[in-house]
């Protein structure tokens, strides 16, 4: 015992603390390197700055249109006084944290971009006729009290910011068509769903969310929906009244299956279940006949049903990395599909898709295919097929056709990755 106990102090011990030592060491340089890096940037920086100060000196102020400040290390608004027909102004990745635009003078702004700053405080003055706002990836905490003053706001982008709560003002807003609150802290309750109900585009992306109000079947308004990274796994029963839905992403979310609701939106052209946990279609997928871009890739999808036929719109299918073991013959009917993936599933057997005229782009890598589909290389307009990993019975001579294909393009044949 006492000779493990030496053994530990006199080299477990030892090395230990070089090993912690040779972290703190590797961490200074980083620490050091970052520093250099930083100061080489702002000395570039302050550099540009000057040049552009004399620049603007020399000018006629009435015949500028655009302001660019960004990447010029301001720690505070530069002077912006006598700017009388400014159309746009870009003061994005600064070091701004205080933001008043008391001395703006222009009545023709219509784009101010202030994202990837530090701005905790901003104030807007005069922006009658501003249009789009861009205050990503600042410190902010709520949505800027003075953005009423912009009537005619289109666009407002809040994203990458600590925002929680949504302003009772919003639902007054009538001219705001797209609000970006990705990745920020909002808590998506009943009160919000009304003050956001009349927005067109609403991009509500790694919120940490687990639910949805249940009366978000209110929000009327609200054509494309993209709740990407959150946690949810179901809808409430008033989703089913979205109905002028186009566009529905609930990309890396925690859903088992597509819920009965969804299939009730009729108006859908874009529907995006990526990276869930989903085991079967429903059959009610089928009442989706406007759709045109089905994502279902990363599930655990075992079978395709044949209710979808029905969505002969469809013009990208990509259902990669799931169970599937067939391709169903049906999928020949789907006449206007230009993009098909279906890699990375357990595929034995594919129907003869020459005869889909729009079919431009095939992918069907790491399956169980024996059969090269042969009929493809003479289809028209196929570009791309993608055949790799799958375990084909070939001749030697059919070895070479292919490798002859995929190092020496033929314009005549598709691009064949295989």
């Not at 301001?74 to 400014?86: I, Q, R, T």
């Not at 289809?379 to 056709?401: G, S, V």
């Amino acid at each position: 015992m006492s000779v493990k106990i030496l053994f530990f102090l006199f080299f477990i011990i030892p090395c230990l603390t070089s090993a912690q030592e040779a972290q703190k060491i590797n961490q200074s340089n980083l620490d050091s390197l970052r520093a250099a890096y930083m100061a080489k940037q702002k000395k570039a920086a302050i550099e540009k700055r000057a040049r552009f100060r004399k620049q603007l000196r020399d000018a006629d102020k009435d015949t500028i249109n655009d302001l660019d400040y960004s990447h010029m290390f301001y720690e505070a608004l530069p002077e912006l006084s006598g700017f009388h027909h400014l159309k746009s102004i870009n003061l994005s990745n600064n070091r701004l944290a205080k933001v008043n635009l008391i001395t703006l003078e222009s009545d023709s702004l219509q784009r101010i971009n202030l994202s990837n700053n530090v701005i905790r405080k901003i104030k807007f003055n005069r922006c009658e006729q501003v249009r789009s706002v861009s205050l990503n990836k600042n410190e902010l905490k709520r949505i800027p009290r003075s953005l009423r003053k912009c009537r005619s706001l289109k666009y407002l982008d809040v994203s990458n910011n600590h925002i929680k709560r949504i302003p009772r003002w919003l639902v007054k807003m009538d001219s705001l068509n797209e609000l970006d609150l990705n990745f920020n802290r909002i808590k998506l309750n009943n009160k919000a769903a009304v003050r956001m109900k009349n927005i067109n585009t609403l991009l509500l992306a790694g919120n940490q969310l687990k639910e949805l109000p249940g009366n978000i079947g209110e929000m009327t308004g609200v054509r494309k929906f993209n709740f990407s990274k959150n946690s949810i796994s179901s809808v409430p029963p008033s989703f089913k009244k979205l109905d002028s839905l186009t566009n529905l992403i609930f990309y890396k979310n925690s859903f088992k299956e597509i819920p009965g609701e969804v299939t009730y939106l009729k108006n859908l052209v874009e529907l995006d279940f990526y990276y869930n946990k989903i085991r079967e279609i429903p059959q009610g997928i089928g009442r989706l006949t406007n759709l045109k871009q089905l994502f279902l890739s990363f599930n655990d999808i075992k079978t395709l049903p044949d209710t979808l036929a029905a969505l002969k719109n469809l013009k990208y299918m990509y259902i990669h990395h799931n169970e599937l073991t067939i391709a169903p013959q049906w999928i020949t009917t789907l006449t206007r599909l230009q993009r098909l993936d279906l890699g990375f599933n357990r595929i034995v057997s594919i129907p003869d898709m020459s005869a889909m005229e729009n079919l431009t782009e095939i992918d069907l890598q790491h399956n169980e295919l024996e059969r090269f589909p042969w009929e493809l290389l003479d289809k028209k307009n196929l570009r791309i097929l993608i055949f790799r990993d799958n375990p084909f019975a070939l001749t030697d001579q059919q070895e070479k056709i292919l490798q002859r294909l995929e190092n020496n393009p033929d314009p005549s044949h598709p691009v064949v990755i295989y």
